[in-house]
């Protein structure tokens, strides 16, 4: 998983500026693969063959991100045109079989491409509120405030086991959490409005 002090269009970025970053590219790789092969694998694609879609679209991703234009592209559209486009290649260049026709028709369906979309929607949300979380808890001056949204949230522990564990009373615990929850939900919207000023008409 990417490390959250980097959104996925900074590593976009990153790539395209310095192609030898081996972080950047590892993070990217990290994040993405999994839900690239995950999706082939979905919709009936063997072990071998989502492995082979999943690198072409790495491959693709690593000369088109060159050419990746922030201010005018939404990164979630530009990745999900690749693996789109990747899939549909690799379907097409495949020796015909039996039920292929049939089985690409599948493959090719809305109900399989929205599912695609939602994925990386999904990632891309779940970056950006890791984004949102690890700059609200730079702006923190008291640890025990991020521990206890960190330990109810995060980690699932009840209230007063949270207060139990951080020697504070219960009712702390509550407003603790629901302020950091708060701010989360304001700078997650910040972020959002930050990527949108940024997109070209």
């Known amino acids: ?3 959250p002090s980097h959104s996925t269009s900074t590593l976009l970025v990153r790539l395209r500026e310095h192609g030898g970053d081996d972080g950047a590219w590892s993070q990217f790789v990290d994040r993405y693969g999994p839900q690239f092969y995950g999706w082939c694998r979905r919709h009936g694609l063997q072990d071998a063959d989502a492995s082979d879609v999943m690198q072409e679209v790495l491959l693709r991703v690593a000369k088109g991100v060159k050419t ?10 530009w990745l999900f045109t690749i693996l789109r486009n990747s899939f549909r290649d690799w379907l097409h260049h495949r020796d015909p079989a039996p039920g292929g026709d049939v089985a690409r028709a599948l493959l090719e369906s809305k109900e399989a491409l929205d599912d695609l979309e939602r994925r990386l929607a999904e990632e891309f949300d779940l970056e950006r509120k890791e984004v949102a979380e690890h700059n609200v808890r730079s702006r923190l001056r008291g640890a025990a405030t991020w521990l206890a949204y960190e330990l109810t949230c995060r980690q699932g522990l009840s209230y007063t086991e949270a207060a139990e564990r951080l020697k504070i009373r219960r009712p702390h615990v509550i407003r603790s959490r629901n302020r950091v929850i708060k701010m989360v939900a304001e700078e997650v919207r910040s972020l959002a409005a930050a990527e949108e000023s940024r997109q070209g008409p």
């Open 1 to 3: 998983m990417a490390s």
């Open 68 to 77: 990746f234009d922030r201010e005018r592209a939404n990164a979630r559209s």
